[in-house]
Nanobody, 114 residues
Framework: QAQFVESGGGLVQPGGSLRLSCAAS????????LGWYRQVPGKQHEFIATITSDGATDYADSVRGRFTISRDNAKNTVLLQMNSLKPEDTAVYYC????????WGQGTQVTVSS
């Protein structure tokens, strides 16, 4: 059983918005930090945003001001609101507890294209 299941991706035009969801199989309060990462072919996972159990957030410079990470502890869900999307945001998006994790879920594809 996957620890994290991502959903909400799709095809969107530049300037559009998407809302990604990450459903965790465990109580997300058991994690000090959870985050969103993205990957394109041939490259490592790229840090996008993280949120701690206390609600502190951090963002990559490339998405700051456009993306918002949040969580719903009752639903064991981490969300990523993505606004003002750009073609360079095209990637598979994953959630995990650590960028160095060795196990990743299926991710959800985000394609930004006109």
């Amino acid at each position: 059983q996957a620890q994290f299941v991502e959903s909400g991706g799709g095809l969107v035009q530049p300037g559009g918005s998407l809302r990604l969801s990450c459903a965790a199989s465990r109580n997300i309060l058991s994690y000090y930090l959870l985050g969103w990462y993205r990957q394109v072919p041939g490259k490592q996972h790229e840090f996008i945003a993280t949120i701690t159990s206390d609600g502190a957030t951090d963002y990559a410079d490339s998405v700051r001001g456009r993306f918002t990470i949040s969580r719903d502890n009752a639903k064991n869900t981490v969300l990523l609101q993505m606004n003002s999307l750009k073609p360079e945001d095209t990637a598979v998006y994953y959630c995990n507890y650590w960028i160095g994790a060795t196990s990743w879920g299926q991710g959800t594809q985000v394609t930004v294209s006109s």
